[in-house]
């Protein structure tokens, strides 16, 4: 189903003092839908980013090795969220794994040849999850226990690895002898009918199956981002970002947004939001990626009056590019969560009016219409 999008320019109105003659508010809505799939692993606004796994062999054993399996999230702004990673490979010989710390297999295998002594994992392509927050301390090791979570590096890099202990038998015990595994595998969630979010937003759990999960609008889905052009000042202009969940039973903690726009390199003050430039063209600084102040806004609370977070940026102007016409106010692209906000073709954003009379007229209009509702104040 297409998402329904409206945007408009509301009437040009006068203001006074430091306000340049027009002070324009333009509004714009920006939707995601989780049903949108990926059309590839590429992204151009971080095309460095990738996860690496690092294999490192710690200790040997009688008949294997120990080692430590980190992840590391080099994405700029793609999290790894709930239910988190599985990994998977398949080992080079016939290996097989006596014990593991900070995470465990999903199935044992055949372990019917061992006798007394029988290990974790026995399969040729174990399947590895990460153990839940809370497990016992002599379970765990650095880095290991978050339910697969792992955090972006640009905005949470303390939280960008996730690592595990494993403990390798019949593997050679030598670095002549010792095969790394092959074929790794990495599943996490992500956009598509397998989304949780999506899950989240359409199945009802038992007798409430019947109660709607996400609040009814036009455009029916469960995030809307509104950019709001707020003012229009001499030397700068100020934008209002707020993004809202529409989600009953859903809470985005961590959430980032990443917006394009050309002017977004002069950047003067932002309000109640973390900002990061990215810069995925070498020297053009026109990305930027948004996320909340921890313990403030970082938790977009489900639908209700709670469920928005908001901020205002405030931006100089560059006379030689700067204007309202044509939609040119409007970010070029927007990411919630990683995923891409549905953006409406070009022909459809709003223009000004040709002529400096229209102009005139639509103030003409405003003066008009504030005067009819000041006398019907007065009466």
């Given at each position: 189903?297409?998402?329904y999008?409206?945007?408009?320019?509301?009437?040009a109105r006068r203001s006074?003092?430091?306000?340049a003659?027009l002070?324009?508010?333009?509004l714009?809505?920006?939707?995601?839908?989780?049903?949108?799939p990926?059309t590839?692993?590429?992204?151009?606004?971080?095309?460095?980013g990738n996860i690496?796994?690092?294999?490192d062999?710690?200790?040997?054993?009688?008949d294997?090795?120990v080692?430590?399996?980190?992840?590391f999230n080099?994405?700029?702004?793609?999290?790894?969220?709930?239910?988190?990673?599985?990994l998977?490979?398949?080992w080079?010989?016939?290996e097989?794994i006596w014990?593991?710390?900070?995470?465990q297999t999903?199935?044992?295998?055949?372990?019917?040849?061992?006798?007394?002594?029988?290990p974790h994992?026995?399969?040729k392509?174990p399947t590895?999850?990460?153990?839940?927050?809370?497990?016992?301390?002599?379970?765990?090791?650095?880095?290991?226990?978050?339910?697969g979570?792992?955090?972006?590096w640009?905005?949470?890099?303390?939280?960008a690895?996730?690592?595990?202990q494993?403990s390798?038998g019949v593997a050679?015990?030598t670095?002549?002898?010792v095969?790394?595994?092959k074929n790794?595998?990495l599943?996490?969630?992500?956009p598509?009918?397998?989304s949780?979010?999506l899950a989240?937003?359409v199945?009802?759990p038992?007798?409430?199956?019947?109660?709607?999960?996400v609040?009814c609008?036009?455009?029916?889905c469960?995030?809307?981002?509104?950019w709001?052009?707020?003012?229009?000042?001499k030397?700068?202009w100020?934008?209002k970002?707020?993004?809202?969940n529409?989600?009953y039973?859903m809470?985005?903690?961590?959430w980032?947004?990443v917006?394009?726009h050309p002017n977004?390199?002069?950047?003067t003050?932002?309000?109640?939001?973390?900002y990061?430039a990215?810069t995925?063209?070498g020297?053009?600084?026109d990305?930027?990626?948004f996320w909340g102040v921890k313990?403030?806004?970082?938790?977009?609370?489900?639908a209700?009056?709670?469920?928005?977070a908001q901020?205002?940026?405030?931006?100089?102007k560059d006379p030689s590019?700067f204007t309202?016409?044509k939609?040119w106010?409007?970010?070029?692209r927007?990411?919630f969560?990683?995923?891409?906000c549905?953006m409406?073709p070009p022909?459809?954003?709003p223009?000004?009016?040709?002529a400096?009379?229209h102009?005139m007229?639509?103030?003409m209009?405003?003066?008009?219409?504030?005067?009819?509702?000041?006398?019907?104040?007065?009466?």
């Open positions: 189903m297409e998402p999008l409206t945007s408009s320019i509301p009437t006074g003092g430091k306000f003659p002070a324009l508010a333009l714009f809505f920006l939707v995601w839908s989780a049903t949108l990926s590839g692993a590429y992204d151009a606004l971080d095309p460095n690496t796994i690092k294999w062999v710690m200790q040997w054993t009688p294997g090795y080692a430590v399996v980190t992840m080099f994405q700029q702004y793609r999290h790894i969220q709930a239910p988190g990673w599985t998977g490979w398949t080079a010989k016939k097989v014990s593991m710390v900070g995470a999903t199935e044992q295998g055949d372990c019917s040849r061992f006798k007394g002594n029988i994992c026995c399969k392509d590895v999850v990460d153990l839940l927050p809370g497990t016992p301390y002599n379970m765990q090791i650095a880095n290991c226990c978050k339910g979570v792992i955090n972006s640009a905005q949470d890099p303390a939280n690895a996730s690592s595990f494993v390798v050679g015990t670095n002549k002898t095969r790394v595994p790794f595998t599943k996490a969630p992500g598509g009918g397998d949780p979010y989240s937003a199945n009802g038992g007798k409430n199956s019947f109660v709607p999960l609040q609008t036009s455009h029916m469960p995030i809307r981002v509104h709001h052009v707020k003012l229009n000042y030397e700068y100020r934008v970002i707020a993004i809202t529409f989600n039973r809470n985005y903690t961590q980032n947004l917006i394009q977004l390199d002069n950047l003050q932002l309000f109640s939001f973390n990061k990215l995925p063209y020297g053009i600084n990305t930027a990626m313990y403030y806004n970082d938790l977009l609370m489900e209700g009056p709670y469920g928005n901020s205002e940026l405030l931006i100089k590019t309202f016409d939609g106010a409007f970010p070029r927007i990411y969560n990683g995923d891409n549905v409406p022909d459809s954003y223009w000004l009016p040709n400096s009379s102009m007229n639509s103030m209009m405003t003066i008009l219409a504030v005067l009819s509702w000041l006398l019907i104040i007065a009466f």
